[in-house]
């Protein structure tokens, strides 16, 4: 089955610094999520990358898939305090009757002031 | 907007006790979903439905068991809860089956006691 990885599980920046949350997947997908959850809030859908070399980008965050590679990159650029929330990745699983979205565990984001 | 809604925000129930969590979809979505999310542990499928009356199992469905008589409503059933089940169960709904982008509700955080 397909088994998502998600690095690192926390990360804590400074203000005005720039990183990048790492998705790996372990089988073929064509399609790959990001989403964000706000502490105590649900999850909200950010990026969905579909195609080899797909890239998408909102604001300070950039999301970019390699599916040769099996992996999507979350970059933050200039990061901000209100970016502090958890970063899941989730990908499509096609299991013959039982399709579904496999998340990885999350990326804890705490950017400092 | 899609909007997903959970009958409650917040439960306290007792060991032994049945519980019904209510999952309710706005957007004629085929397919509805229910997770139960804990630390170090992301998301993980409890059960799903892409169909009125239809239902398979995700990857922990012991304990569990799901009702769907109407296309919009979609239930979780503890049939007698346990300590071991504290947590938070987001549900989310999606337009098709396979793969697609899942919309999720606030999410209820049970505790059982």
């Known amino acids: 089955e397909l088994k998502v990885e998600q690095n690192p599980l926390f990360l804590s920046m400074q203000e005005g610094k720039n990183y990048t949350i790492y998705c790996n997947y372990s089988?073929?997908?064509?399609?790959l999520y990001w989403y964000r959850q706000d502490p105590g809030k649900s999850l909200e859908s950010l990026f969905v990358?579909?195609?080899?070399?797909a890239v998408k980008q909102e604001g300070r965050l950039m999301a970019s898939l390699d599916t040769k590679a099996r992996l999507s990159t979350l970059h933050i650029t200039a990061a901000v305090h209100d970016l502090s929330a958890t970063y899941f990745c989730?990908?499509?699983?096609?299991?013959?009757?039982?399709?579904?979205?496999?998340f990885g565990t999350g990326t804890l984001l705490a950017v400092q002031p | 907007d899609v909007k997903v809604t959970q009958s409650s925000r917040y439960l306290v129930k007792r060991t032994g006790e049945k519980v019904f969590l209510e999952c309710v979809q706005d957007?004629?979505?085929?397919?509805m979903f229910w997770y139960r999310q804990d630390p170090g542990l992301g998301l993980r499928l409890i059960y799903f439905?892409?169909?009125?009356?239809?239902?398979e199992k995700g990857d922990i469905p012991e304990g569990y068991s799901v009702s769907r008589e109407k296309k919009e409503r979609f239930s979780l059933i503890l049939e007698s809860a346990s300590t071991n089940q504290t947590s938070m169960y987001l549900c989310?709904?999606?337009?098709?089956?396979?793969?697609?982008?899942?919309?999720f509700g606030p999410g209820t955080r049970l505790t059982v006691t």
């Open positions: 989310a709904s999606s337009l098709r089956r396979v793969g697609y982008e899942q919309y």
């Open positions: 089988t073929t997908s064509d399609r």
């Open positions: 990358l579909l195609s080899n070399g």
């Open positions: 989730a990908v499509a699983y096609y299991g013959g009757a039982t399709n579904k979205l496999i």
């Open positions: 957007m004629d979505h085929e397919n």
């Open positions: 439905s892409y169909d009125v009356k239809m239902k």
